[in-house]
């Protein structure tokens, strides 16, 4: 078992130089440790793209990768379309067993990356109106409640201008006064009246 450790040890290492001399140099691969590598696919903060994660486990290559889209970068992602890319590159994966796979499967998605995003929505509104709707729909009053409460809504009286007017300089409407309109000004009102002489 440890012989089998110890082959899976070295082909980790030999792969490690492989990825870092093909992606020197490439912004869109990252390195987050020897073992978790991510690749990000598609233009920068629009909606049809995702950085991918292949995370290797002491046993790899003789077990399959993680396969993660777990990145904060990909909360725009709808669900369905982030299920349908790890399980195509999962899918993917199952050939190349005990092989150094992971540039593989980066390509793998670089040459089926329409494909695999067909389903996303165009833009980032889109995916958080549709996140919106699943969310608000248990709370939507049903058409006739709807009905009846436009019903009750108390009509208000029209005024000419000229009432308008006077309303307006008495202060507002009642309801539409802030409270203090009517309170006096005490430092423009000392100001008028002198205050008192010390």
Do not use: C
Not at 75 to 93: C, F, M, W, Y
Not at 155 to 160: G, H, L, R
Request: net charge negative.
């Amino acid at each position: 078992r440890d012989k089998i450790m110890g082959e899976n040890a070295e082909l980790q290492e030999e792969e490690l130089e492989v990825l870092k001399s093909i992606y020197e140099g490439d912004s869109n691969y990252t390195s987050q440790s020897n073992t978790r590598h991510q690749y990000k696919y598609g233009e920068d903060g629009k909606s049809k793209s995702f950085i991918l994660e292949i995370s290797w486990p002491d046993s790899y290559p003789g077990t399959l990768p993680d396969i993660s889209l777990e990145s904060f970068y990909n909360k725009h992602l709808v669900p369905d379309v982030s299920q349908h890319i790890k399980k195509s590159v999962l899918d993917e994966a199952d050939q190349y067993l005990g092989m150094s796979m992971t540039y593989s499967l980066f390509e793998f998605v670089k040459e089926n990356f329409d494909t695999l995003i067909e389903s996303q929505p165009e833009s980032i509104e889109a995916v958080t109106e549709r996140i919106e709707k699943v969310d608000i729909k248990g709370d939507e009053p049903d058409d006739d409640t709807q009905a009846d409460s436009d019903k009750t809504k108390v009509k208000k009286s029209q005024m000419t201008k000229a009432q308008k007017r006077r309303m307006w300089d008495k202060g507002g409407a009642e309801e539409d006064r802030s409270r203090g309109w009517d309170w006096v000004d005490v430092v423009k009102h000392l100001h008028q009246t002198g205050g008192k002489e010390e």
